[in-house]
């Protein structure tokens, strides 16, 4: 290769590297999920583990509030780093106070917005969600449940009894299940292979609610009041 076919060469993937660098950049600006930006006011940047459920919580507003007032067309696609609108435009109507996502139909008002408020002043007491050696523990911000390495083939359960608010895929988890068990508590279960409950169902304590692929990891969330806390100040201890 020839001196100068070398530095065009080199050139035109310095201009490639460039212009992709660019397009990156305008892609995530346009998407509002530029990284270590303070959120404006009336303004929520989505972190790792949200969804627009917890968030509408978090707010005191409703996920069909939310997902109107950005334009969402499936509520269970954000990104981290997104910055979702939880105040109203302009001349919007709220329906602030009402938080019902799809397949929750008898939620009621929400809950105080726990950034600012103490958690859940109720307790919940769960079993183990799967067997199998606990390969990750709660060490947030990074890792916000637990990580169990279940069988292939191995079934999850539901930890306490409740209902399916969410049966489906959501970037971060996967196939993902999540149970309500009151105002206060949820259980959230990533990275099924299947689901083996739908959306609404009601669910016994110790039910199978999902299944496990080849050489998977369950990530296992307790949240109080839309934030994650520590699963195992919940579970019994293991022999």
């Given at each position: 290769m020839t001196r100068t076919h070398h530095v065009n060469l080199h050139t035109r993937r310095r201009a490639l590297g460039g212009l992709a660098a660019m397009s990156l950049a305008a892609m995530l600006a346009a998407c509002g999920t530029t990284p270590g930006e303070p959120a404006p006011e009336g303004f929520y940047?989505?972190?790792?583990?949200?969804?627009?459920?917890?968030?509408?919580?978090?707010?005191?507003?409703?996920?069909?509030?939310?997902?109107?007032?950005?334009?969402?067309?499936?509520?269970?696609?954000?990104?981290?780093?997104?910055?979702i609108r939880v105040r109203p435009p302009?001349?919007?109507?709220?329906?602030?106070?009402?938080?019902?996502?799809?397949?929750?139909?008898?939620?009621?008002?929400?809950?105080p917005d726990p950034a600012s408020s103490k958690p859940p002043a109720s307790s919940i007491s769960l079993q183990w969600p799967?067997?199998?050696?606990?390969?990750?523990?709660?060490?947030?911000?990074g890792e916000k449940g637990l990580r169990i390495e279940v069988p292939a083939g191995?079934?999850?359960r539901a930890a306490a009894s409740g209902w399916a608010i969410h049966?489906?895929?959501?970037?971060?988890?996967?196939?993902?299940?999540?149970?309500?068990?009151?105002?206060?508590?949820?259980?959230?279960?990533?990275?099924?292979?299947?689901?083996?409950?739908?959306?609404?169902?009601?669910?016994?304590t110790g039910q199978d609610i999902g299944s496990m692929g080849e050489a998977a990891e369950l990530h296992f969330?307790?949240?109080?009041?839309?934030?994650?806390?520590?699963?195992?100040?919940?579970l019994p201890s293991r022999g």
């Open positions: 940047r989505v972190e790792r583990g949200d969804t627009l459920y917890s968030i509408a919580r978090r707010n005191k507003r409703s996920v069909a509030d939310l997902s109107r007032w950005n334009d969402l067309s499936n509520s269970n696609q954000i990104e981290v780093g997104q910055l302009a001349g919007a109507s709220s329906s602030a106070g009402t938080v019902a996502p799809s397949g929750d139909r008898s939620a009621r008002a929400a809950s799967a067997d199998g050696r606990i390969s990750g523990r709660y060490a947030p911000p191995g079934k999850v049966v489906g895929t959501l970037r971060g988890y996967g196939m993902l299940v999540i149970v309500k068990h009151n105002d206060d508590w949820l259980t959230v279960y990533g990275n099924l292979d299947r689901p083996l409950v739908k959306e609404g169902d009601r669910v016994s969330e307790v949240r109080g009041n839309g934030r994650p806390v520590n699963p195992a100040n919940y």
